[in-house]
């Protein structure tokens, strides 16, 4: 029994054994971080994170893993940004536009790409948003993150350009519903739980 005293008989000595040790706690490994590789026709990305150095990653990665983009001066960044792009965007310009919203604003950035297919691919894409038809996935990605910011009692800034602010704004539409539908939350409790959504477009379609 612990703290119970126990006599050594053959040596003659009295010893109390140390308590037992409370179990440590076993460490999940961290399964390693995947990337989508370079290379690929713009479509591969559609809906992936875009991060640092222009890196793809999986929708399905945890946002809090992905390197963010940082002001190239070296400041410390005052927040983090999700920055959706518009029409005619492919990946690369994307991360360029990355780069350039973290020198200008301060923050760091995170992209979620929205894929192009030309001009009038990406146009009838748009009035798809506009209708709420179909599946894009940069939609589904940034329902996703953003639910999943609200679940965790986290506010998210989120920075939309072109069809970027179509995509935000069924993506918003899409996690009211899963607030309603699938936490049951009235209306005004879920209006309460996206008040720490932050949204900032420029040139948007919809706002």
């Known amino acids: 029994m612990t703290g119970v005293i126990s006599r050594n008989w053959n040596q003659g000595a009295i010893s109390n054994p140390a308590a037992p040790q409370a ?6 490994p961290v399964a390693p971080l995947r990337t989508i590789p370079e290379g690929q026709p713009d479509s591969a990305y559609d809906g992936a994170f875009v991060g640092a150095n222009g890196q793809a990653y999986p929708a399905d990665t945890p946002i809090s893993r992905i390197p963010p983009v940082r002001p190239s001066d ?4 005052i927040g983090t940004m999700v920055y959706v792009n518009g029409i005619q965007t492919d990946k690369a310009t994307q991360s360029t ?9 301060g923050y760091q950035v995170i992209g979620i790409h929205n894929s192009t297919d030309g001009f009038f691919s ?20 940034l ?3 953003i639910y999943d910011s609200i679940k965790a009692g986290k506010p998210i800034h989120v920075i939309a350009h072109s069809q970027g602010g179509l995509i935000t704004s069924r993506a918003l539409t899409h996690v009211m519903q899963r607030l309603r539908l699938e936490d ?9 739980a996206m008040s ?7 040139g948007a379609a919809a706002g």
């Open 23 to 28: 179990p440590q706690a076993v460490q999940q």
């Open 74 to 77: 070296g400041r410390a960044p």
């Open 97 to 105: 536009s990355l780069q350039n919203i973290a020198n200008t604003t």
């Open 122 to 141: 990406d146009l009838s894409q748009c009035l798809k948003d506009k209708a709420d038809i179909g599946r894009n996935p940069a939609v589904d990605t």
């Open 143 to 145: 329902a996703d993150t």
């Open 184 to 192: 049951g939350m009235s209306r005004a409790d879920a209006e309460r």
């Open 196 to 202: 720490r959504i932050e949204v900032e477009t420029f």
